[in-house]
């Protein structure tokens, strides 16, 4: 009897390898490894923007609007939960991807107003902040790429035969990647104009 259940699991094991069980699994815990480090470097980004504000705000008060913009941003960033049930539930993910590029407009408004500062520009905190706010910029650029690369060779896994009846059978569906909100607007070269705009008529 037990040589029986030996043979049988044996089977069972050598059937779930065959039939991409395990490929799904690695290829699933590769890309919550890789969510958890674009999150934590998007947490990275949020945990300077209230020293930028504060930077800019000792030299350039009266850009209340653009400060509060960012402060908002970042606290919509702040009330969404980024767990790893983000990855099943396309409508939560895309939630999460539009408060950061809500967090990022908010952040390039900011630096624009900035280029208003010369005495700002030249603060040692604030350029001290600026370096690290690019240094994270490129960290989650690289973690992003890390994560839609793992993505997509899950998401063909899932799809490609057989596996894709293992996938249906332990109910594993594709994930959401990250993507472009307005494909029309970056393919459009932007305007470059040095004239100073009109003073206003009186």
Do not use: G, M
């Given at each position: 009897m037990r040589k029986i259940l030996t043979v049988l699991a044996a089977l069972a094991s050598l059937s779930l390898t065959n039939c991409g069980y395990n490929a799904i699994q690695s290829e699933d815990e590769q890309i919550k490894a890789n969510w958890s480090e674009v999150v934590n470097q998007y947490q990275r980004r949020a945990d300077l923007v209230p020293n930028l504000v504060n930077s800019v705000k000792g030299f350039a008060q009266q850009e209340k609007d653009v400060l509060l913009g960012v402060t908002n941003a970042r606290a919509k960033v702040g009330s969404i939960q980024a767990t790893p049930e983000v990855l099943n539930d396309p409508a939560a993910f895309q939630k999460f991807q539009a408060a950061q590029s809500e967090l990022s407009s908010a952040l390039s408004r900011l630096l624009v107003v900035?280029?208003?500062?010369?005495?700002?520009?030249?603060?040692?905190?604030?350029?001290?902040?600026m370096s690290q706010l690019e240094g994270t910029e490129n960290r989650?650029?690289?973690?992003?790429?890390r994560y839609i690369k793992a993505v997509?060779?899950?998401n063909v896994t899932i799809r490609s035969f057989p596996t894709n009846l293992t996938a249906m059978a332990f109910g594993y569906k594709e994930k959401p990647n990250f993507s472009v909100e307005n494909e029309?607007?970056?393919?459009?070269?932007?305007?470059?104009?040095?004239?100073?705009?009109?003073?206003?008529?009186?």
């Open positions: 900035t280029e208003n500062y010369p005495q700002l520009k030249s603060d040692a905190l604030f350029k001290d902040l989650i650029t690289v973690a992003r790429n997509q060779e899950y029309k607007a970056i393919s459009t070269a932007p305007k470059v104009d040095f004239n100073p705009a009109p003073a206003p008529s009186k």
